[in-house]
T-cell receptor, first 114, second 114 residues
Framework: DAGVTQSPTHLIKTRGQQVTLRCSPISGHKSVSWYQQVLGQGPQFIFQYYEKEERGRGNFPDRFSARQFPNYSSELNVNALLLGDSALYLC?????????????FGQGTRLTVV | AQSVTQLDSQVPVFEEAPVELRCNYS??????LFWYVQYPNQGLQLLLK??????LVESINGFEAEFNKSQTSFHLRKPSVHISDTAEYFC????????????FGSGTRLLVRP
């Protein structure tokens, strides 16, 4: 079975631009979460979606948004990019919410803002 | 709110020596506890987790961690490390009432030398 897939693997954007990152969860998983990992730090929670609804949001500005599609894949959008948005963006999928189950992480998208 | 502290940013150790990676957490509610491993240019992989029951949990590759509620700790140990254990290790918690959200520590780089 395929694991969590993220695309693209790397990209470079200019300050002020907008970016869309994509994530396909493991087949059968209905929950997708997004994390930002700045170099040298642990991942920070951005969003969780379950059954196409936002179930949790971290402490990130409104420039960050996300959505989940009927096939449970997800997109993370970041507007008006800042240099500080440079990071590894990780997507995690799990089978359901309400109680803890294992989160499976993708390999991430490395975003560089110049 | 929850927080995780990993005091050691890097732990160098010789091959076949024992190692302990320290993790302390803070939370006003009961939590689940996790250790994740991240190899270079990869996403996170779950190493082991404590949800309930026995306070000593083990992974399939020889790591173990013990939940100590009084000391709010969840230290990771291995009696004999291999070169292949070189990686970044992250301790994480999630509150039982919001288990979708993982709070990570800043990570400890385990560097195993021959």
């Amino acid at each position: 079975d395929a694991g969590v897939t993220q695309s693209p693997t790397h990209l470079i954007k200019t300050r002020g631009q907008q970016v869309t990152l994509r994530c396909s969860p493991i087949s059968g998983h209905k929950s997708v979460s997004w994390y930002q990992q700045v170099l040298g730090q642990g991942p920070q929670f951005i969003f969780q979606y379950y059954e196409k609804e936002e179930r949790g949001r971290g402490n990130f500005p409104d420039r960050f948004s996300a959505r989940q599609f009927p096939n449970y894949s997800s997109e993370l959008n970041v507007n008006a990019l800042l240099l500080g948005d440079s990071a590894l963006y990780l997507c995690a999928s799990s089978s359901w919410t309400g109680s803890n189950t294992e989160a499976f992480f993708g390999q991430g998208t490395r975003l560089t803002v110049v | 709110a929850q927080s995780v502290t990993q005091l050691d940013s890097q732990v160098p150790v010789f091959e076949e020596a024992p190692v302990e990676l320290r993790c302390n957490y803070s939370s006003s509610v009961s939590v689940y506890l996790f250790w994740y491993v991240q190899y270079p240019n990869q996403g996170l992989q779950l190493l082991l987790k404590y949800l309930s029951g026995s306070t000593l949990v083990e992974s399939i590759n020889g790591f173990e961690a013990e939940f100590n509620k009084s000391q709010t700790s969840f230290h990771l140990r291995k009696p004999s490390v291999h070169i292949s254990d070189t990686a970044e290790y992250f301790c994480a918690v999630s509150a039982m009432d919001s288990s979708y959200k993982l709070i990570f520590g800043s990570g400890t780089r385990l560097l195993v030398r021959p």
